[in-house]
Nanobody
C-alpha cells in the first residue's frame, strides 16, 4: 500500500523559509515521478513542481520559480521542497503525490496523495 506523509509545514513570516518533506513507502520510490501541489482556501489544487525518478527535469509554477527548489533522496524514499522568500500568497495546504505517468504537471495524472501539511505565511 502506497503511503505518502508530508511534514515540515508551519507558520513563518514573509521572507522566511521552510523545508517540506514527503516520506514515501509501499512503492519503488526511485521509479516514480513525484510532485508537490498546493491548495489555498477557496481555490483549486495548483501544481508547484514535479520531479522524475532520477531527480532530473524539474519544472516550477511561475509563482514559485526562483524561490522554491524540489529535490529527492531515493536512498531515503523522501522528496523535499525548499521554500525561500516566502510570501503571504504561498499560504496553502501543500500535498505530495505520486505520478502515474512518466512526467506530468496535471493533478489528474497523480494517483496517490499525502494528507497535506499547512503552510501559513504572515505579512
Amino acid at each position: 500500500q502506497v503511503q505518502l506523509v508530508e511534514s515540515g509545514g508551519g507558520l513563518v513570516q514573509a521572507g522566511g523559509s521552510l523545508r517540506l518533506s514527503c516520506a514515501a513507502s509501499g512503492l519503488t520510490f526511485s521509479n516514480n515521478l513525484m510532485g508537490w501541489f498546493r491548495q489555498a482556501p477557496g481555490k483549486g489544487r495548483e501544481f508547484v513542481a514535479p520531479i522524475r525518478g532520477s531527480g532530473g527535469t524539474t519544472a516550477y509554477a511561475d509563482s514559485v520559480k526562483g524561490r522554491f527548489t524540489i529535490s529527492r533522496d531515493n536512498a531515503k524514499n523522501t522528496m523535499y521542497l525548499q521554500m525561500n522568500s516566502l510570501k503571504p500568497e504561498d499560504t496553502a495546504v501543500y500535498y505530495c503525490a505520486r505520478g502515474s505517468w512518466y512526467y506530468s504537471v496535471r493533478a489528474r495524472d497523480y494517483d496517490y496523495w499525502g494528507q497535506g501539511t499547512q503552510v501559513t505565511v504572515s505579512s
